[in-house]
């Protein structure tokens, strides 16, 4: 349960993140889905650079060319798995862009009925968990004085690492442990907070390239915890997701969509700094170029399509029963598609 001192920060959030849905909804059309037609919803960060690349090289339009349609992509941006989840089943979007938590989550609601399951990963990306109080060094430290600003409170991704963390350190029975302390925020206002300090957020779970930023931006802020520590190493948090009737009512579109996520992940290995650039333009970001390139030239970052280490996330949720339904392995919440194929 929320301190006294949380509950009005969050329920304003959480009122925000709901007129961000439904501003999601105005701005696109709910009518009868046809081939040619695709509504694409993303978040913030440097973990959607491979949809960056494929708005700014407008590989999607190349691609439905070449299958004899024309698409215009609609592009939503929007903040958190929920707000997402709540614009996919809405019908307000075809390609939900959000972490794995949150598709687990609406993979197990809708198994039956609208069947989402992954489209594909956006890559290996290491989450920090960032805190400018130097008296936190690890989770232990935090205390009711300490704010953790996440994309989603409880369904993304950052916070069921944060659970499993949690569970690591004081038992499966405790994994909720932190989750009082979470505040749901935008990744560009909890960086903010973090840099300027002296807010009642001074934690973010983070993201490339605001963990970067708010590192080199506040000599007190420091990392906590790596996700990849958590999950057992370099693993895929970030997802794209859809329905199944999407998939099989528009194998053209579908077809064009993954041809140019192909693209956009060849694109981005041979040419780091040509990706900067149009991560740059299309997310309109004055972010020290030169930090940029060295984020995605960094080792630890692998930008492909097959999922990598998803499912240690997904048998610790279905354990501590944040879903109903517990997967086999990663193919029970992924299409089985060609470039799926060796994930994990």
């Not at 960056?52 to 698409?71: F, N, P, S, T, W």
């Not at 996520?261 to 981005?268: E, G, H, S, T, W």
């Not at 060295?294 to 970052?301: A, L, M």
Request: net charge neutral.
């Amino acid at each position: 349960m929320m301190t006294r001192s949380a509950q009005g920060p969050l329920r304003f959030l959480s009122i925000r993140n709901t007129a961000l849905a439904l501003s999601a909804c105005a701005l696109v059309s709910t009518t009868a889905h046809a081939e040619g037609q695709l509504r694409i919803a993303e978040q913030h960060g440097i973990v959607y650079l491979l949809l960056q690349v494929v708005q700014d090289q407008k590989l999607i339009e190349k691609h439905g060319k070449a299958a004899g349609l024309e698409i215009k992509p609609q592009w939503v941006k929007l903040s958190g798995g929920a707000a997402i989840n709540d614009a996919l089943l809405s019908g307000s979007i075809d390609i939900a862009g959000a972490g794995v938590g949150p598709l687990l989550t609406i993979w197990d609601k809708t198994r039956g009925k609208y069947n989402v399951k992954g489209v594909a990963s956006l890559g290996n990306f290491p989450y920090y968990l960032i805190s400018n109080n130097p008296d936190v060094k690890t989770i232990a430290d935090f205390s009711d004085k300490d704010r953790i600003a996440l994309p989603a409170t409880t369904v993304s991704v950052q916070a069921r690492i944060l659970q499993l963390a949690a569970s690591k350190q004081w038992g499966k029975e405790e994994f909720k442990k932190l989750d009082r302390l979470t505040v749901t925020l935008p990744h560009p206002e909890a960086t903010g907070s973090i840099i300027k300090g002296g807010t009642e957020i001074n934690a973010h779970f983070a993201t490339p390239p605001y963990q970067e930023q708010e590192l080199k931006g506040n000599k007190d802020a420091h990392i906590v915890l790596k996700s990849y520590d958590v999950l057992g190493g370099p693993s895929t948090s970030t997802v794209l997701y859809a329905t199944e009737k999407f998939r099989q009512d528009n194998p053209k579109t579908y077809g064009a969509f993954i041809a140019s996520l192909k693209d956009a992940a060849a694109f981005i290995k041979a040419d780091p700094e040509g990706a900067a650039d149009a991560y740059i333009r299309t997310a309109k970001s004055n972010i020290d170029r030169n930090l940029l390139i060295e984020i995605i030239k960094n080792p630890d970052i692998e930008v492909k399509l097959a999922p990598e280490n998803t499912f240690p996330l997904a048998e610790f949720m279905a354990e501590v029963g944040a879903i109903k339904n517990r997967p086999a392995s990663y193919q029970d919440y992924f299409f089985d598609d060609e470039h799926n194929h060796n994930g994990s």
